[in-house]
């Protein structure tokens, strides 16, 4: 399996920390979650991490086996 890990208020739209998912395209995994939750993770300030790397280019990730989809909100601060 491979694991969505949801970070700040994500974790509140998914309604759980962390999701295991089958491995295949990132696109395919965010094709079968609730619409609503999909929008949130494609939102324009929102990053992805695939095993601890922040990626630059979504295009034409697979998720094998083992790895982890992290996604990471903006933060503030004050």
Do not use: Y
């Not at 920390?17 to 089958?22: I, K, L, Q, T, Y």
């Not at 395919?28 to 609730?34: E, G, H, K, M, V």
């Not at 939750?37 to 990730?61: C, H, P, Q, S």
């Amino acid at each position: 399996m491979t694991k969505l890990v949801f970070m700040g208020r994500l974790e509140d739209v998914a309604g759980t920390g962390e999701m295991s998912v089958a491995p295949g395209p990132v696109e395919q995994i965010l094709a079968a979650l609730d619409p609503a939750l999909a929008v949130e993770l494609l939102g324009e300030k929102v990053r992805m991490a695939i095993n601890g790397k922040l990626l630059t280019d979504m295009g034409g990730i697979v998720l094998g086996e083992g790895d982890e989809l992290a996604f990471l909100p903006p933060v503030s601060g004050g």
